[in-house]
Every structure is written in C-alpha cells, then in structure tokens.
C-alpha cells in the first residue's frame, strides 16, 4: 500500500477534520483528491445516490454529470447491478424509477402505453 493510501486512511479513521473535510466537500478538491477519472467518480457517486433512495432531482443531476463525463445509458443503469447485491431487492426496485426518469424514460407512462 502506498504511504499516501496508507495515510489518507488512517486520518479518516481517527476522524481527522481535514482529512474528513476532503471527503465530504462536494468541490472541486474532492474530485482531484479521489484519483478517479471524471466518468468512474460520478458513477460512484450516482450509484451512492441510488443506494441511499435519493430523491429523482438529485439522481437526474448526478445522472447528467456521468453523461456529460462519457457514461452511456448502458453504464448508468449497470449501477442498478453493480449496488444490488450490497442494497438489495427492495431499493433497487424502489430506486428504478427514479433512475429511469434521471436518464428520461418514464416508467409509469410506459406502462400505460398499450402493446402493439
């Protein structure tokens, strides 16, 4: 492990301020300090999002920023399967819609929409 990793997780287990702050900041610096690239930070944190039941405006705004970093539709409903062994059934049924309508589909209305 590297001295930096080494460092970095032992000032969170001692709850060190600075080392917390850098964490929970939603700037800029705890981006550059994640040592993620752009589109795996903001699939993380979506998938945080869907796993805590967020609500859709914060799914949808989380949603926009994995786009706008290269993740297809594809790889941001793939969360769904990447958290739902760790959530389980229940949230990731609940979280589903929400989901959908943060990537634009509406999952009520297509269920409303007769079969061809």
């Not at 859709?56 to 994995?66: I, P, Y």
């Amino acid at each position: 492990m590297s001295p930096r990793v080494d460092d970095t997780l032992r000032r969170l287990a001692l709850n060190d301020e600075h080392a917390i702050r850098s964490v929970v900041d939603p700037g800029p610096l705890s981006f550059a300090t994640s040592r993620l690239d752009a589109k795996t930070y903001a699939l993380a944190r979506l998938a945080a999002l869907v796993s805590l039941g967020a609500p859709t405006a914060s799914c949808r705004w989380s949603a926009e920023l994995a786009h706008e970093a290269g993740a297809t539709e594809d790889e941001i409903v793939g969360i769904l399967w990447a958290i739902g062994p760790v959530v389980g059934l229940a949230r990731i049924v609940a979280a589903a819609p929400a989901l959908a309508l943060a990537i634009g589909y509406d999952v009520d209305a297509a269920f409303e929409e007769p079969r061809g």
